[in-house]
């Protein structure tokens, strides 16, 4: 009997194991779903963040991931309640989902979550930002660092790389959705915190200089051509057919230039020339073809974009434009650079051959073609009055002189 | 130069005649005539595609960077064929001018100047008469002369956008654009001009094959170059003469 009861007893708890842990087990790491709801962060939060930082406010707080790394667990809270996710009110758990009252009672035990190491850990955590954010985590899903992800790059940036974890900062204006002027700024150093190599190149550039000096917030940053969330891989040739529309989103538009007295007509004239033309014709035919013709950046530079009346590096200096014709026209000499009109409509005092090769054309092509249609018209309708009339009016031979009609039976020249 | 030459055709009508055919155009011209016909057709056919290149009907047919490299070779070979021809027809003509194996009767004269505002006269129903046309009249010496600084045009300026860089160097680079535009629009004006021009006067005004078959019928040449006729034959243009007809 007493066996039996043990027996009874070891069956129920086997049961019970067999039943509540992988309950257990998925309560803690059940992958999170899209997003639970758009209005989460205002449905009362189950567990307060008392109870959280009870243990978390405690900076000695520490954890040893697998590999041994110990990682610290302890949060201010005064950094959460400085961000915008702070601000809203939102508490620990709305994003951290993945705990539950064990881990309350027994945090050694349950500790909700594990990981490798630290990014792997960042890596984890991530996904809980498309519960609300479920479009930008979508977009970002595409871009060239979640490709780079995919591709075992652990390093490419993800939410909070950019965003940082409890430090998120409001990016936009709650109303207009526009970004905020701070933003603007905070742009480049953030995507510099991996790609600085770039970012000392654009600081020091037009736009670059423009924005960090005088706080510009006409100028581009690192988003305005790159884009926010799915960002694409520059490198492409499908990238470098569409750029001059990511020039001319703001060159083109007098609303931005005429403040800075630029000529909107950079674009209008670069597809008006030779490189331009080809360039638009395989961007719109075959966008993925790779192509030799320049675009804007191949002059002006990437990230490095000077004025053009720089000192050193500006393309107005002939010295400087001819290194640009040179990369592709190994042996242009200084004459080379003037083939190229330089965004300039010609006129008499730019480019005067072109402008009275025009001006030739616009007189000659009337008054040659025009005169020649006129000679024509007259010519037939000579031919079709001459042919009615002759029935009535036929002019007689001359007296002596045999017929009107030769050999064959028509009309001679003269009747 | 001209020589006359006869077939005799049987007519069921009007019994056997006799109708004279002069001679117009050598051989060597003919052929010359077909390859500049066929160099300028192909040339300006994948010239046009390049000219509208914003166009829709343009970029389909230049879809993509091979078939625009295709199209703007076979522009450059008709352009080859037609350079070469260019520089024969020239050669030939220096060559036998110098030599007074050639009459030089495609240079235009004062009686042109004086032939074509006979001609306005005649068309507006000033005058009754019809001018008397020497071997090429003016109306044929105005195409020979505009398609020759046409295609002078073409061929100068093309070299100067196939070989940008030479072309700078040697003049200036702001030719380069310039002869784009020239290119360009001259293109239109010689395809214009042909198509309103030439194929009017060769085809609707009267059929003339005489570029094909080398010859001209009496008929033809009693009408349109008439002074030409004369200065064959010895005979009257103002009497028709029947003394072919047997």
Redesign the interface.
């Known amino acids: 009997m007493h066996r039996l009861r043990w027996a009874l007893l070891t069956v129920m708890a086997l049961a019970a194991v067999i039943v509540i842990a992988p309950r257990a087990i998925a309560a803690r790491f059940a992958p999170i779903g899209p997003a639970v709801s758009d209005r989460l962060w205002q449905q009362p939060p189950p567990v307060t963040n008392d109870a959280c930082l009870a243990c978390h406010n405690d900076p000695s707080l520490q954890k040893k991931l697998y590999n041994g790394e110990m990682w610290s667990l302890s949060i201010d809270l005064k950094d959460h309640a400085s961000s915008v996710h702070g601000q809203a009110g939102l508490a620990c758990v709305q994003c951290h989902t993945n705990f539950d009252e064990s881990h309350v009672k027994n945090p050694v035990q349950f500790p909700g979550f594990n990981a490798n190491d630290r990014r792997d850990a960042s890596l984890k955590l991530v996904t809980v930002c498309q519960q609300c954010h479920a479009d930008q985590y979508a977009k970002a899903n595409d871009s060239v660092h979640a490709r780079a992800q995919k591709a075992g790059d652990v390093n490419a940036a993800i939410c909070t790389d950019c965003h940082t974890a409890h430090t998120v900062r409001r990016l936009t204006d709650p109303v207009t959705k526009q970004l905020l002027p701070d933003a603007r700024q905070w742009v480049p150093l953030t995507c510099a915190k991996c790609h600085s190599t770039i970012y000392n190149q654009y600081k020091d550039s037009v736009h670059g200089a423009a924005l960090t000096q005088e706080g510009n917030l006409d100028v581009p940053t690192c988003i305005d051509c790159h884009g926010v969330h799915n960002i694409g891989d520059p490198t492409t040739a499908a990238f470098r057919l569409k750029s001059p529309n990511l020039c001319a989103k703001c060159h083109a538009d007098p609303k931005i230039m005429d403040k800075y007295g630029i000529s909107t007509q950079v674009l209008n004239t670069y597809v008006a020339d030779f490189h331009g033309t080809t360039v638009t014709l395989f961007q719109k035919e075959s966008p993925d073809a790779e192509t030799n013709k320049p675009v804007c950046f191949d002059c002006h530079g990437v990230h490095d974009i000077a004025r053009t009346d720089d000192p050193q590096k500006g393309l107005q200096l002939k010295q400087n434009i001819l290194k640009r014709c040179q990369v592709c026209h190994p042996s242009a000499t200084a004459n080379f650079s003037a083939a190229w009109l330089s965004h300039y409509i010609p006129s008499p005092d730019k480019y005067p051959v072109v402008y009275f090769v025009n001006v030739f054309y616009q007189i000659f092509i009337p008054a040659v073609l025009g005169s020649m249609a006129i000679l024509v018209v007259l010519d037939i309708s000579s031919i079709a009055r001459r042919r009615l009339r002759k029935p009535k009016d036929r002019p007689q031979p001359p007296a002596g002189k045999p017929s009107d009609t030769d050999v064959t039976g028509k009309e001679s020249s003269h009747g | 130069m001209s020589a006359v030459s006869q077939s005799t055709s049987t007519l069921r009508s009007r019994g056997v005649?006799t109708?004279r055919f002069f001679a117009r155009f050598t051989l060597g011209q003919r052929w010359e005539h077909l390859l500049l016909f066929v160099s300028f057709t192909v040339l300006f056919l994948t010239g046009v595609v390049q000219k509208y290149?914003?166009e829709v009907w343009s970029?389909?047919i230049?879809?993509?960077?091979e078939r625009?490299t295709l199209i703007r070779n076979i522009h450059h070979i008709a352009a080859i064929v037609l350079t070469i021809e260019v520089i024969y027809h020239l050669a030939r003509a220096i060559y036998l001018l110098a030599r007074r194996k050639m009459s030089p009767a495609m240079f235009p004269t004062w009686q042109d100047v004086k032939d074509a505002g006979r001609m306005?006269g005649?068309?507006?129903?000033l005058t009754?008469?019809?001018p008397k046309f020497g071997k090429y009249n003016f109306e044929q010496k105005i195409t020979y002369w505009?398609l020759f600084f046409g295609i002078g045009i073409m061929v100068i300026t093309g070299l100067i956008i196939w070989f940008?860089?030479q072309a700078?160097?040697l003049?200036?680079?702001?030719?380069?654009?310039?002869a784009?535009?020239?290119h360009s629009?001259?293109a239109?004006?010689a395809g214009?001009?042909v198509l309103?021009?030439h194929f009017?006067h060769v085809h609707?005004?009267r059929l003339n094959l005489s570029i094909f078959t080398g010859r001209l019928n009496?008929?033809d040449m009693?009408?349109?170059h008439?002074a030409e006729f004369e200065r064959l034959t010895g005979e009257s243009?103002?009497?028709?003469d029947?003394g072919?007809?047997v």
């Open positions: 005649q109708i290149r914003n970029q389909d230049l879809s993509s960077p625009l306005i005649y068309l507006l129903f009754k008469e019809k505009f940008p860089v700078a160097n003049i200036s680079g702001a030719i380069v654009p310039a784009k535009l020239a629009t001259e239109i004006v214009v001009f309103i021009w009017y609707l005004e009496e008929d009693r009408k349109y008439a243009t103002d009497a028709p029947r072919g007809q």
